[in-house]
Every structure is written in structure tokens, then in C-alpha cells.
């Protein structure tokens, strides 16, 4: 392990450095290049099983650090919505859940396997169901194209979980289980890459647009989240781990010029979605955490 | 045996390459943020700030719907009708602020100084819509492009104090299995979700993924 990171260390710091100096491969050391080599090769795709197990444990810790609102109905309206909008994608099966977390944190989550957070702060500054449909599309489609274990395997996180990963694959040990999950957690306060963020906004928009809203849910939403202060704490994790929402807004919308034209006159859905948000604000109770 | 080498080599430095360059950039940005937030730790007044600006306009509103306002982003060539291809009807400066009469696809018809038309949505700032405002947690919203805080260019930007989940907090975080079981209840079935969608007049239609942008 040690060996590893001083290989990484050492590769990071010749490509920070000039180019002309980068190229000088033969200063590498050939043996940490093969154990670079072997670690590559043995890195195995998870099964849907272990993913879902995997989404689980990280969902555990997403809701160790915010409680989900103590609102059934609240919670079996996102449901609906939710399963409505992924059974229009390429993983109709998996076992999708949602559910909204108590914070005022402007956010929305999606752990590996299917379980779709988003916060009761994002969710307070929506206008009707096509714009929570939108999000939920967005969180859906990180984990139909599994961005999270995609990161988790080959990006910043593969040292702390791509080896984890490929052994849970193979031996189911719990070590590496809490292993895979604590280092997933760690990708919820760092962020994925920008392109999948950019990525995922295309295709939100078009599985909503499959399931029948209005088109420009999202758009709407990154044009509301583009107009808050960004100094505001309750945006700041959700800046931090994502690109400039102005930019993914017009990235997004240059994407749809033209191309969802005839569905622009579907349903908002904005009355439904009224009445529920008007009953959860009436009874609105902040879970006590300690 | 050599070539192999070399090649994941290659994969290897391209793959830190990014990573390199991911980090500078998200360094520089939470710098920003999370310093100046801090230091600008406010008053509940300015929590109106945001949301005031529209309960005036409220009276003039169709219906029971709170009437919108907003300010445009930029410099903004207003259309008779939804489209880019459509006759100018008038010009606003950026910062100006405006009403929001309607909704329509990428476009907002917006009025403002007797002038009035079609923008597109990146061309305006809007509020938080009228749940933020009716829940009472407001969060405070730009109206000028100078604030963009990120310099203090337009003196200090004052925001509500609501306090967001932390990153720190979500790395802490002691996991919650009961959590996880409360939430797991709630799931629908497809049949469920197909009922209720049909409920709201949501029809099904096949639609072709979007390109990448060049």
C-alpha cells in the first residue's frame, strides 16, 4: 500500500510539473509500473447484487448525516414521482427508493442501487412536479450510467476503493464493504466529474421528457439555483460539488434547442404539487437529531 | 510485455492528469466559498431581501399565483414570440429588474419600463418560486450581476444565515440502518406510479438522447 501511494505521489508530481519533464519515463521505477499494471487488471465490475448493497450502506450514512423528513405523504409523493420517472430508463428493475432529507441544504444525492435523496431545502424552491421530476431524472441517471462506482473505481477515490471494490467482488468481505461504502460517502462531499454532472442533465431532461413533463423541469430548477447567492451556506455543498449551474443551464439548454419543441405544452403538474407542499408546510416538524 | 507497461502507464498519467487539474479547480472555488459565507454571517432582515421584492408585485397576478419577479443577467433583445428566430419587440438593459408573466418551454415572457416579450431563461434571474417564500426559508437572491460573490466588488452581499449540509458532516456521519428500513417503506410499485401519472395527464413518449455539445 505504502509502495502504491509513493507511486501515485510520484506520478502526480512529474505531471504537475512541465510537460517537457512529464515525459521522462525512463526516470519511472518498473516495478511500481507493474504493480500499477496488476491492479488495473484485477478491477472487476460489481454485480447488481453487491451494488445495491453497496448504495445501501452509503444511503445509511447520507441518512446518519440528515434524517429524512417525518412526512409519509411527503415521502410516498416522491416516491411516486420518482419510480415514474426511472421506470422510463434503461434500469426499470432496480429497487428504486426516494425520500426527502431534513435539511434546509439545497441538494439531491443518488447512492449506487438505486436510493435518490433529495433535501427539503432544494425541494422548497421548486414550482410544480415537471421541476422535481427534472432533479429526480438527473439523480436517476447518475445511477443508470453508474457514475458514482465508475468515480469510485477509476477516478481520485481508486486508491481507497477501487482495490476494495474489485475484492468485495470476489470474496464478499465485509472489511472491504466498509471499506467501498466509507470511501462512497466521501464521493458525496467531493463530487463526481463535471462532464457526468453535465452528462446526467441531458439525460434528465430526456427521461423526464420520456415519462411525459414539460422538458424544462430541470432547466428551471438550475436557472433558480443559478440566481441564489452563492455565498449562502445552505447552497455551499451543493456549489462545491457541482459545476456553476449558469453554465449547466446553458449547456442543457443549448443541448434541447430545437429538439423538444413538441413537448413543451405537457404537464407542469404544478396543483398536485401545491397541495402537497402546502399540507407539509402546515405540519412541517423538524426531526431532533443530536 | 513492455508495450503493456507503457501503455498503462499512459492511462495512468492521463488519468492523474485530470485529477490534477479537478483539484486546482475545486480548491479555488471553496476557497471562495467557504471564507467569505462566513464572514458575512447575517441578520435575519436580509432574508427579506430576497423574497420582498415580490410579494409587491403579488396584487397584479392572475388567479391565487404569486407573480414572479426577476432581473435580466444580461443585455436582452426581447422576442414577439418564443423563438430565435422571431421579430425583436424591445431591448432591456442587464440588471434590470423585471415581472414574469409566463412560463413557456427555455423562454420567459418578461415586461419591464412598458416594454415587454420573450427571453430565455439564462438571460434572467428568478426567484426561489412561492414555496420558498410561503415555508418562510427564503435564501437570499442575486439581483445584480456584480454580485456574484465572489469579489466584493458590489460591497458585501448579505445572505440568510440558513445553514446548509456540510461536507464535514456527510464525512462524519454515524450510518442510520433504521434510517434506511423508515425509508424503504415508502417505495411504490410501477403500477403505483403508472395510476398517479396518469392522474396528472402524463403521457409516455419515446424520445432520442440528447447530443453532447461541441
Not at chain 2, 412560463?103 to 428568478?126: C, D, E, N, Y
Request: glycine residues 10%.
Amino acid at each position: 500500500m505504502k509502495n502504491r501511494i509513493a507511486a501515485v505521489m510520484l506520478l502526480t508530481a512529474m505531471l504537475c510539473a512541465p510537460a517537457a519533464q512529464a515525459l521522462k519515463l525512463d526516470d519511472l521505477n518498473v516495478d511500481k509500473l507493474k504493480e500499477v499494471k496488476g491492479k488495473l487488471k484485477t478491477l472487476q465490475e460489481p454485480s447488481e447484487a453487491d451494488e445495491i448493497e453497496i448504495g445501501r450502506g452509503v444511503a445509511a450514512n447520507l441518512l446518519g448525516a440528515a434524517p429524512p423528513v417525518n412526512d409519509p405523504a411527503l415521502q410516498a409523493y416522491v416516491n411516486r414521482v420518482g419510480q415514474w420517472v426511472a421506470m422510463h430508463t434503461d434500469r426499470p428493475d432496480l429497487p428504486w427508493h426516494f425520500a426527502v432529507l431534513d435539511t434546509d441544504g439545497v441538494n439531491a444525492f443518488a447512492t449506487p442501487g438505486g436510493y435518490v435523496f433529495i433535501t427539503r431545502g432544494m425541494l422548497l424552491r421548486m414550482r410544480d412536479e415537471a421541476e422535481l421530476a427534472g432533479v429526480l431524472a438527473h439523480e436517476v441517471s447518475h445511477v443508470v450510467e453508474k457514475h458514482a462506482l465508475k468515480t469510485m473505481r477509476k477516478g481520485k477515490l481508486a486508491g481507497l476503493a477501487g482495490d476494495a471494490l474489485s475484492s468485495y467482488a470476489e470474496k464478499k468481505g465485509k472489511a472491504d464493504l466498509t471499506k467501498i461504502v466509507s470511501a462512497g460517502t466521501e464521493l458525496y462531499a467531493r463530487g463526481l466529474d463535471k462532464e457526468d454532472e453535465f452528462a446526467a442533465d441531458r439525460a434528465g431532461v430526456v427521461i423526464a421528457t420520456r415519462a411525459g413533463y414539460d422538458p424544462y423541469g430541470l432547466p428551471s430548477v438550475l436557472q433558480t439555483l443559478a440566481s441564489i447567492n452563492p455565498k449562502e451556506d445552505a447552497v455551499a455543498l451543493m456549489f462545491k460539488t457541482h459545476p456553476d449551474s449558469g453554465k449547466r443551464l446553458e449547456l442543457v439548454s443549448n443541448s434541447m434547442e430545437g429538439r423538444l419543441d413538441k413537448f413543451i405544452e405537457n404537464p407542469r403538474v404544478k396543483s398536485r404539487f401545491d397541495s402537497i407542499m402546502k399540507s407539509h408546510i402546515a405540519s412541517y416538524k423538524p426531526v431532533k437529531t443530536n | 510485455m513492455k508495450q503493456w507497461i507503457t501503455l498503462v502507464s499512459l492511462a495512468g498519467l492521463a488519468v492523474l492528469a485530470t485529477a490534477c487539474g479537478e483539484k486546482t479547480d475545486t480548491t479555488g472555488k471553496t476557497g471562495t466559498g467557504a471564507t467569505e459565507s462566513r464572514a458575512v454571517e447575517t441578520a435575519p432582515a436580509t432574508r427579506n431581501a430576497g423574497t420582498a421584492a415580490k410579494e409587491p408585485a403579488t396584487a397584479s397576478g392572475t388567479g391565487t399565483a404569486v407573480q414572479e419577479t426577476g432581473a435580466t443577467r444580461v443585455a436582452v433583445t426581447l422576442m414577439t414570440t418564443p423563438h430565435s428566430d422571431a421579430k425583436p419587440s424591445g431591448q432591456l438593459a442587464a440588471n434590470t429588474s423585471v415581472n414574469i408573466l409566463e412560463r413557456r418551454g427555455g423562454w420567459l415572457r418578461i415586461s419591464a419600463k412598458g416594454a415587454s416579450g420573450w427571453a430565455k431563461l439564462h438571460q434572467v434571474r428568478v426567484g426561489e418560486g412561492p414555496q420558498a417564500t410561503k415555508s418562510g426559508e427564503g435564501l437570499a437572491i442575486l439581483k445584480n450581476v456584480g454580485e456574484t460573490g465572489r469579489s466584493g466588488s458590489t460591497g458585501i452581499v448579505a445572505t440568510t444565515g440558513i445553514r446548509g449540509l456540510s461536507a464535514e458532516q456527510l464525512t462524519n456521519a454515524k450510518p442510520d440502518p433504521a434510517a434506511v428500513k423508515a425509508i424503504e417503506r415508502y417505495r411504490v410499485t410501477a403500477a403505483q406510479a403508472r395510476e398517479y401519472a396518469k392522474a396528472a395527464g402524463l403521457k409516455e413518449a419515446s424520445v432520442a438522447a440528447l447530443p453532447k455539445p461541441e
